[in-house]
């Protein structure tokens, strides 16, 4: 990314995440030795040192304390957050926020402070709408800012068959139906899943939409599912499906 944003346009917008650091060769699956967990104030700034220095820029736009779950919250948010908010006061970075894939760490951390932006992954999606009942609306009350990512499940939304892990583990026979469902839905309407798995989050005003492309195939069809004209007959279908409930006409 160094090499390639050397000359990068202005506007694009660089983020990068810290707390855990991989040690493994690019590409290669870390073993658990290859992989460090650590939110002290002085990991934090040493990882940013290192991304700026790989990047090969004097500055970052956002940096996102990167699932610090359960136990972890206490470290990030007492030292990681106040390490990069004085980075933030330097001009290094432009906006600290919070990454992570569990509606109850997002609404911990913006409850014990104010933050940027918040990424929560995989818990607004076709399959799983978790954050929509506590967290999408917090983060509007507060006028907080949503990158929404994990939109395919690990997966499981991706119109790939065999794909069948939703947060990377095997996925449950009702999640399987409930995929199933949603397909024959879209397919009726002639939408590919993914279509709509990706188009979810521009349904909301504030929400940003995160693609995970791990080739340049992937990342041009996900620009191109993106603008797939989807008919709002088949979101009230997709919606109802998983609500149970039918709107009024």
């Keep these: 990314l160094g090499h390639a944003l050397a000359d990068h346009r202005p506007g694009a917008i660089l983020s990068t995440k810290v707390g855990h650091r991989l040690t493994a060769p690019f590409g290669a699956r870390p073993s658990r030795a290859e992989r460090r967990t650590d939110f002290s104030a002085r990991f934090v700034l040493h990882s940013v040192e290192e991304s700026l220095a790989r ?5 970052i736009d956002l940096v996102l304390l990167h699932d610090p779950d359960k136990d972890l919250l206490d ?3 007492d030292e990681a957050l106040p390490a990069l908010r004085e980075l933030q006061g330097r001009g ?27 990424l929560v992954a995989g818990r607004h999606t076709l399959l799983d709408r978790s954050a929509d009942t506590r967290l999408l609306p917090e983060c509007a009350r507060a006028d907080l800012p949503v990158i929404l990512g994990g939109l395919l499940n690990s997966g499981l939304l991706a119109d790939h068959p ?3 892990t939703f947060d990377y583990a095997p996925a449950p026979p009702d999640m399987l139906a409930m995929r199933d469902r949603l397909a024959g839905i879209c397919s009726a309407y002639h939408v590919p899943l993914r279509a709509a798995a990706l188009q979810l989050p521009g349904r909301l005003a504030r929400a940003t939409t995160l693609l995970g492309p791990a080739t340049v195939e992937e990342l041009k069809d996900g620009l191109a599912m993106l603008e797939f004209p989807i008919p709002e ?13 039918v709107p009024p006409r």
Excluded at 55 to 59: A, I, K, M
Excluded at 92 to 118: E, F, Y
Excluded at 233 to 245: E, K, M, S
């Design 162 to 164: 065999g794909r069948e």
């Design 55 to 59: 990047l090969q820029r004097e500055t």
């Design 233 to 245: 007959d088949c979101w009230l279908a997709l919606d109802a499906c998983v609500t149970g409930v």
């Design 75 to 77: 470290e990030a948010m």
């Design 92 to 118: 290094v970075i432009t906006a600290v926020g919070i990454g992570t894939n569990r509606v109850d760490t997002a609404l911990r951390a913006i409850a014990r402070a104010k933050l940027d932006v918040v």
